[in-house]
């Protein structure tokens, strides 16, 4: 079965056990599409399973890993990557996408570290990313992470991040929050950083809501509502790069499925609003 393609305002919702059963009683237009990890759904069977397969099998699936630990020196686990790409192929998932980031060493950390910005770095993940593309067999998406210590930087973060996605050939998941945050904690200008992104590589966006802890110290914690500074730089992301699919991040916290499908709504206003803007352009 070939992937499916999700249209360019399609908004999107994180799948979450808790909310199996809001979402397979979901009405249509609640949401265009889903949002998993399949370090949590492979091999899973029984109701989850099944619930997983009714879910995919009706709306476009999206992955987002958890586990490859691109940044690492630890050689890929062979059968897992293999596991993957049945779970991508059986679900017709679109997209795929990693952190850029590592988060083992010799094992799990459970935290997703980052990366030193340096060119041995720029050449060592992407040759990494490209294992991993041909061991899927398709190009996967590379997001950029919060971070709130840098290891080390010999070239800005901006300079890295668009290094490695023409070495590794790979596409974007552009986190607009995390944009947001390393921004105010790391002193630079969130919109500057957007205008220097390759915007052809952007496969779709991420969008969520984080802690402020300070007015110069924010926490990526995706468990509240999305702040309007950060609405306001997805439609700046949207006004520079047209509308991309855009998913709604909620891993803690989570509310009543109806304020969800209501907060994704400001989501869709943001997507449809350039779609219309581009569509009489190109019109005119």
């Not at 949590?40 to 109701?47: A, D, E, T």
């Not at 020196?73 to 897992?80: L, M, R, V």
């Not at 890295?160 to 590794?168: G, P, R, S, T």
Request: glycine content about 6%; hydrophobic content about 40%.
């Amino acid at each position: 079965m070939s992937a499916r393609t999700l249209p360019r305002t399609a908004a999107g919702l994180g799948l979450r056990r808790t909310l199996l059963g809001p979402l397979q009683a979901a009405a249509p237009g609640d949401f265009d599409f889903l949002e998993c990890a399949p370090d949590n759904w492979i091999g899973v069977g029984g109701r989850f399973g099944a619930a997983l397969r009714d879910l995919s099998s009706r709306h476009p699936l999206v992955c987002h890993g958890l586990s490859l630990s691109l940044g690492s020196t630890d050689p890929f686990d062979d059968t897992y990557l293999r596991k993957l790409r049945r779970f991508l192929d059986e679900h017709r998932v679109p997209i795929f996408s990693e952190h850029l980031s590592y988060c083992s060493d010799q094992g799990q950390l459970y935290d997703l570290l980052p990366i030193p910005f340096t060119e041995e770095a720029v050449r060592h993940v992407a040759g990494r990313i490209r294992q991993v593309q041909e061991a899927l067999g398709r190009r996967i998406a590379v997001e950029n992470i919060s971070y709130y210590a840098a290891p080390y930087q010999a070239m800005p973060e901006i300079e890295f991040i668009n290094a490695v996605l023409a070495e590794a050939d790979c596409d974007l998941l552009l986190d607009v929050n995390n944009i947001y945050v390393n921004a105010i904690n790391h002193r630079y200008d969130a919109r500057d950083f957007l205008g220097k992104l390759p915007g052809e590589r952007i496969a779709y966006f991420h969008i969520a809501g984080h802690y402020d802890e300070a007015d110069d110290l924010k926490v990526d914690t995706h468990g509240a509502p999305v702040k309007p500074d950060v609405f306001a730089l997805l439609d700046d992301a949207c006004r520079r790069f047209g509308p991309r699919p855009t998913l709604l991040e909620r891993d803690f916290n989570i509310p009543p499925y109806a304020d969800l499908v209501a907060e994704l709504g400001q989501v869709r206003a943001v997507l449809d609003q350039h779609a219309a803007s581009a569509d009489r352009h190109a019109r005119a």
